[in-house]
């Protein structure tokens, strides 16, 4: 099902050097160590949604999905996954296994979540409240949207 909300504008070339890992902040002590984040220090949006992903079944895939305007800070908080990210020329793939650091995804990136790890929890900080008309879920419909169809 093609979406009739429009996408503006394509993202320029290298949207891909827009993904990156960011470290965060580590308090450690002998009682256990602390990683905090906050929006527009940490990540470079204002924080409006948080969720997490769990229970997540051996071989299985979650993401598979852009967004027209929503930012993305994803972590793994335990255990690890990959995230693989497209633009409709280049692909690329970050490991997140470490619960100081995680990824910045900006808008009109495709992503697919995979590889997870027995018990691992993804938490990911979104810069808006959810709206399904942001997705695009459409694999051949992203494409045309960035214009590599």
Do not use: K
């Amino acid at each position: 099902m093609t979406s009739t909300v429009p996408y503006p504008h394509a993202p320029a070339a290298g949207a891909l050097d827009r993904c990156r890992l960011i470290d965060l902040p580590r308090v450690g002590s002998e009682r256990g160590n602390l990683t905090f984040i906050e929006g527009g220090v940490h990540v470079p949006f204002a924080v409006e949604r948080v969720y997490y992903l769990y229970d997540v079944p051996g071989g299985a895939t979650r993401g598979a999905h852009a967004h027209r305007s929503l930012q993305q800070f994803l972590i793994a908080a335990s255990g690890s996954f990959d995230v693989v990210v497209s633009d409709g020329v280049e692909e690329r793939v970050f490991s997140l296994n470490r619960s100081y650091y995680g990824l910045y995804l900006p808008e009109m990136v495709w992503r697919d979540l995979v590889n997870f790890s027995s018990g691992s929890v993804g938490l990911v900080l979104a810069s808006r409240h959810y709206d399904e008309d942001d997705y695009i879920r459409d694999h051949d419909e992203y494409l045309r949207a960035v214009g590599a169809r």
